[in-house]
């Protein structure tokens, strides 16, 4: 360190030669005490860049056509963790089948889905169909995994107003589709697709679901 009045200067790259000389100059009367000026101060280091973390989730120049026309061309969607997307077009622009070929429904014509090992996808349709299962509590657990807690679907039916008991075949549209938002976010999975989401739902079950995804 030199020594500049009553203050201390810090080392740096003006170099040991001219720091030895400076120090000499000063201790020498007469000489001229080396400057703030003079001292050049070091570049400011450069931290190495975080490696990115590749998608949960990615589609990749995706192409369908239904009857001869093209539905989709060039199509792309890639999902992050903590990533909260809104796909947004006007009807029949492809929405709900680009949601499908993203949950592994529907085979594209050409183009790539990748999917990270282990990441659990579940997807919930305009319309659910629930006709095979005898009660809403069965439809619930089919969609859960073999180590997701089996009280999840029962926990979120009774919650959404149900008890299952009911028979899928008698629900109408709201609770119907109370059942399958029960049935999709039973496993708490890693990507949640959700179409037209709030369709036949009352206020305070919109604002249940709002509060739902806010939590996860």
């Known amino acids: ?3 500049h009045g009553r203050h201390r200067l810090p080392m740096t790259s003006v ?3 001219q720091c030895r000389v400076a120090a000499w100059r000063n201790a020498n009367p007469g000489c001229r005490a080396p400057s703030l000026t003079s001292i050049t101060p070091l570049p400011p280091a450069r931290l190495p860049a975080m490696a990115q973390q590749p998608p949960l989730l990615r589609l990749s ?3 369908l056509s239904f009857g001869g026309t093209a539905l989709l061309e060039g199509a792309e969607l890639s999902v992050s963790a903590g990533d909260r997307v809104g796909l947004v077009g006007r009807n029949g622009s492809g929405k709900s089948t680009l949601l499908r070929i993203a949950a592994g429904l529907v085979e594209p014509d050409a183009g790539q889905r990748f999917v990270q090992p282990g990441v659990v996808v579940r997807y ?16 619930a657990e089919a969609g859960l995994g073999v180590t997701d807690d089996p009280h999840q679907a029962r926990y979120l039916l009774e919650q959404l107003g149900l008890d299952g008991s009911e028979t ?3 629900l109408s549209g709201g609770e119907l589709r109370r059942a399958a938002l029960a049935r999709v976010l039973a496993p708490a999975p890693d990507i949640l697709l959700l179409d037209e ?7 305070p079950t919109i604002e249940w679901l709002e509060a739902q995804l806010m939590e996860r």
Request: charge should be positive; aromatic fraction near 6%.
């Open 168 to 170: 899928p075949l008698h």
């Open 61 to 63: 120049d995706i192409a």
């Open 15 to 17: 170099g040991r030669r």
């Open 197 to 203: 989401p709030t369709n036949h739902l009352d206020l």
């Open 1 to 3: 360190r030199l020594r």
């Open 124 to 139: 919930l349709p305009q319309e659910p169909d629930a006709r095979q299962f005898a009660t809403t509590l069965a439809y």
